[in-house]
Nanobody
């Protein structure tokens, strides 16, 4: 069973570069595919990025490709989301998610079985 805790959100100016962190409990973090999703007010939750168990493979939504970078440190049981060149439309609650059952890095929320509580990122213009 995995428990996920996000941190690093807050109020950021447009163009800023915050980094989100997601700390996971458990001794098998390196066997989890990890993902980041976000949900803006009045909108459905959407995929942001995902990373394979080793960190060798990543996958991004078109809306963040080239601006966001997902990475992980399996020794620290932590996955990161480095966000650069933030825009007001990036404002959302950002969620970390773990797929503990499969190996594929997917974009569907149904592929992930554990979720964090979310961290708010607000981008001011």
């Amino acid at each position: 069973q995995a428990q996920l805790v996000e941190s690093g959100g807050g109020l950021v100016q447009a163009g800023g570069s915050p980094r989100l962190s997601c700390a996971a409990s458990g001794r098998t973090f390196s066997s989890y595919t990890m993902g980041w999703f976000r949900q803006a007010p009045g909108k459905e939750r959407e995929f942001v990025a995902a990373i394979s168990r080793s960190g060798a493979n990543t996958y991004y939504a078109d809306s963040v490709k080239g601006r966001f970078t997902i990475s992980r440190d399996n020794a620290k049981n932590t996955v990161y989301l480095q966000m650069n060149s933030l825009k007001p439309e990036d404002t959302a609650v950002y969620y970390c998610a773990a797929n503990t059952l499969g190996w594929a890095i997917g974009a569907r929320s149904s592929e992930y079985d554990y979720w964090g509580q979310g961290t708010q990122v607000t981008v001011s213009s």
